[in-house]
């Protein structure tokens, strides 16, 4: 799996029409109408989000690896 940043993540959900709410610490909470599920993304400056975390936050938002490509 491609690893991406919590600041390339932010801008690949946004185009997938998730909103960003708000922001809590370094947390960048998204939700979408229509989805019960809300996103949060957790922005380290420039740092890689660990494999685990990307799949789930991708999975909650219903993407697949090639949506990051």
């Known amino acids: 799996m491609k690893?991406?940043?919590g600041k390339t993540l932010c801008k690949i959900v946004e185009r997938h029409g998730w909103k960003l709410k708000r922001?809590?610490?370094s947390h960048h909470i998204y939700a979408k109408l229509g989805e019960v599920v809300i996103l949060s993304i957790p922005v380290h400056s420039n740092r890689?989000?660990?494999a685990g975390?990307?799949?789930s936050i991708l999975k909650d938002a219903r993407l697949t690896?090639?949506?990051i490509l």
Do not use: A, Q
């Open 3 to 5: 690893s991406v940043s």
């Open 23 to 25: 922001i809590t610490g």
């Open 48 to 50: 890689d989000l660990p």
């Open 53 to 55: 975390t990307l799949k």
């Open 65 to 67: 690896e090639e949506d």
